[in-house]
Nanobody, 112 residues
Framework: VQLQASGGGLVQAGGSLRLSCEAS????????MGWYRQAPGKQRELVAS???????NYADSVKGRFTIFRDNAKNTVYLQMNNLKPEDTAVYYC???????WGQGTQVTVSS
């Protein structure tokens, strides 16, 4: 089982990015998924999560700006990030919740 994250990059404040995390080798639809981020010098934090049936939760810092959604047919979970702020700069990781299975991380940098 592997998770492949992609979609990070450099964007100006107020811009948007969409992260993708494709799972291989597992029954993806049975897994709750999460997006985490880790900024330099800070602990890794859960940004958004989605259950197997589509219930979502968000960190207060991203509510109203980020949207997590999944496409089980494509074994992929997405994080749509709008109105990005410099404080969103971090390495973003996807994870199968309740497991030690993490994606490799993708860098998001938001310039002011």
């Amino acid at each position: 089982v592997q998770l492949q994250a992609s979609g990070g990059g450099l964007v100006q404040a107020g811009g948007s990015l969409r992260l993708s995390c494709e799972a291989s080798g597992s029954v993806f639809s049975n897994d709750a998924m999460g997006w985490y981020r880790q900024a330099p010098g800070k602990q890794r934090e859960l940004v958004a999560s989605i259950s197997t049936v589509g219930f979502t939760n968000y960190a207060d810092s991203v509510k109203g700006r980020f949207t997590i959604f999944r496409d089980n047919a494509k074994n992929t979970v997405y994080l749509q990030m709008n109105n990005l702020k410099p404080e969103d700069t971090a390495v973003y990781y996807c994870r199968v919740l309740g497991s030690n299975l993490w994606g490799q991380g993708t860098q998001v940098t938001v310039s002011s």
